[in-house]
């Protein structure tokens, strides 16, 4: 079956830097894609940034652009999130997701790893 485990997390101060990594297990782990996702205290899931598998393609969310870089290790099965930059507004619960075909639902989740900045 198909883990996804986050780690990197932690307390920064504002302007501080951080990176996320999370490693996909299992042998039918096999993504099309991969993606950060995060929940800040009282907020719904927001999209975060993702990768697909194959071409490194890129996407982010506009809040992120120009601190947040989405990398990736195809070799390891595993995504990156380098955050810099880092602001107060950045709390919360960092997820990574992975799906196997484009377009689809994301099918695996991790378990989060808590990212906090303060001022």
């Known amino acids: 079956q198909v883990q996804l485990v986050e780690s990197g997390g932690g307390s920064v101060q504002a302007g501080g830097s951080l990176r996320l990594s999370c490693a996909g297990s299992?042998?039918?782990?096999?993504?099309?894609?991969m993606a950060w996702f995060r929940r800040a205290p009282g907020k719904e899931r927001e999209f975060v940034t993702s990768?697909?598998?194959?071409?490194?393609?890129?996407d982010y969310t506009n809040t992120v652009k120009g601190r947040f870089t989405i990398s990736k290790d195809n070799a390891k099965n595993t995504v990156y999130l380098q955050m810099n930059n880092l602001q107060p507004e950045d709390t919360a619960v960092y997820y990574c997701?992975?799906?196997?075909?484009?377009?689809?639902?994301?099918?695996?989740w991790g378990q989060g790893t808590q990212v906090t900045v303060s001022s």
């Open positions: 299992g042998r039918t782990f096999s993504p099309n894609a």
């Open positions: 990768i697909t598998w194959s071409g490194g393609i890129t």
């Open positions: 997701a992975a799906r196997g075909a484009p377009g689809t639902a994301w099918q695996y």
